[in-house]
């Protein structure tokens, strides 16, 4: 299938980070929507239930220390799965440095088959080779996109779920906008072009 005519959904999540004695979890998701290759402001977002007692990595980027509170009324993945799996079930998925994410889904939906999986980093890459750093923001800034991010997303940043998904999608949606990019498939994607 032409990656321009999927409907997509990009993921992401912010987490914890890890302790010792505490596997890295989960606290916000967001998933955004990409329909015949262009961003269609759709999306879902949801915090995720994280015990109040549960140390966070002192390193983890997120305004997670100011809603506390909030995350410990949240509901746990669990619940949240019947919401997620028109979002996540036959349609390819796409993350920035897809590893977290994909983790995050597997351990949420063991026994679903989800993907195919493509990296925004891994095509942010060939398409701009040229760049210092392949991190969100920097190819955000290069490719002149943060202004739409902002737009979907005002009043959030950097490390908010639904922020980063928006302009992981913007990526892809730039990408999959390129000449020469009409034909390109999912499974070509997914295989990192090559």
């Known amino acids: 299938m032409k990656a321009r005519d999927a409907i997509w959904t990009v993921v992401d999540f912010e ?12 606290w916000q998701v967001g998933m955004v929507e990409l329909k015949a290759g ?6 879902h977002e949801s915090y995720l ?10 390193y983890a980027p997120g ?6 509170h909030v995350l410990a009324a949240a509901p746990p993945v669990a619940e949240l799965w019947p919401v997620w799996r028109p979002w996540l079930e036959g349609r390819p998925l796409a993350a920035h440095n897809i590893g977290t994410e994909r983790k995050f889904l597997t351990r949420a939906a ?3 088959e989800l993907g195919p999986w493509i990296d925004t980093l891994r095509i942010a890459r060939r398409v ?4 210092e750093g ?20 005002p009043g959030r940043e950097w490390h908010d779920a639904l922020f980063d998904a928006f302009a992981s999608a913007l990526v892809l949606e730039a990408s999959l906008a390129l000449p020469g990019w009409e034909d390109v498939s999912v499974e070509a994607l997914a295989q990192g072009l090559r």
Do not use: K, M, Q, W
């Open 15 to 26: 987490s914890t980070g890890a302790v010792r004695g505490h596997a890295d979890e989960p």
């Open 38 to 43: 262009r961003v269609t402001g759709r999306y």
């Open 49 to 58: 239930r994280v015990a109040a007692a549960r140390p966070f990595n002192p």
């Open 63 to 68: 305004r997670h220390a100011e809603i506390r």
């Open 110 to 112: 063991p026994l679903h």
């Open 128 to 131: 701009r080779p040229d760049l």
């Open 134 to 153: 392949h991190a969100l923001a920097d190819v955000c800034e290069a490719l002149g996109l943060v202004p739409r991010a902002r737009e979907f997303c």
